[in-house]
């Protein structure tokens, strides 16, 4: 399990250098002049000068990637963003505190919603709760996140009054109104990624429950609840546990939607802002962030099949 751990670190740190070499060539390199694409192409050559200078855009790439990456691993230092005239790092932390909570929210009520959907439907293959099953995950998958937002909006603020529309007002207001404001966007967020979930449940437990050693282990006389529970679903949890992990980064990209649509001051909103306001310092560093929660969260899957699949785990 240890060597396995350690090619899964050593994995994580190669992919998370190549995709920051990736994000660096793209935003800084491909494009041209990267003062040009922040201030315009209306703007006076002595201020792109000076923009070229405070951002050491006259310093060749490859110092400025080593010194943005050395920044990032020994500082914790993103650089400054032009827009905001403050530290991305400061930006970062105020958004975090909206996009983790809801993303965690939304993976939380996306994994308890598909599992007994999954496992209820492939139990009863071809009945009621099999074809109602099969309808929601339909539908899940045919509706974008956004639409759903913004039926929410309509129906459960505008109508029932029963959440806020939009925004939110921080955890300094408790978490009761917090949670309150991140359940909408969260449920949201969950139920197109949740139908995706239920259809990948329901498919593995069906294969589980046609193996051999669960039909001898109903021949043995062991009743079918008792079968489901020691012998299927933990069986049929370990390519729903590869499914879950690859949905996280839709979690994360969709967060970007989302928020946007309910307001919610996360890093979804400031990479829009960001992007519509060209600061090419910030969306550098959120394209990095997002992409390292994924091959974390993606790195911790690896780890959770290891542990659900003692197959891997004698062959590391």
Known sequence: MLRLVISRLVSLAVTLLFVSLAIFLILEVLPGDPAAIMLGTAAREDTLAALRQELGLDRPALVRYVEWVGGIVLRGDLGTSITYKMPVSTLVAERMGVTLPLSLLAIVISTLLALPLGVAAAARRDGAV??????????????????????????????????????????????????????????????????????????????????????????????????????????????????????????????????????????????YQALNQRDLVVIKDIVLIFSGLVIVVNFLVDIGYAILDPRLRSRA
């Open 130 to 271: 099999d074809r109602a099953v099969l309808v929601f995950s339909q539908l899940g998958v045919a509706v974008p996140n956004f639409w759903i937002g913004l039926i929410f909006i309509l129906f459960f603020s505008t109508w029932l009054g029963w959440f806020p529309a939009g925004g939110f007002p921080g955890w300094d207001a408790g978490i009761a109104p917090a949670l309150q404001a991140l359940l909408l966007p969260a449920v949201a967020l969950a139920l197109p990624q949740a139908a995706v979930l239920t259809r990948v449940t329901r498919s593995a437990t069906l294969e589980v429950i046609g193996a051999d050693f669960v039909r001898t282990a109903r021949a043995k006389g062991v009743n079918q609840r008792s079968t489901m529970r020691r012998h299927v679903v933990p069986n049929a949890l370990i390519p729903v546990t590869t499914i879950l992990g690859l949905q996280l980064s839709f979690f994360f990209g969709g967060a970007i939607l989302v928020e946007n649509v309910f307001n919610l001051p996360g890093l979804g909103r400031l990479a």
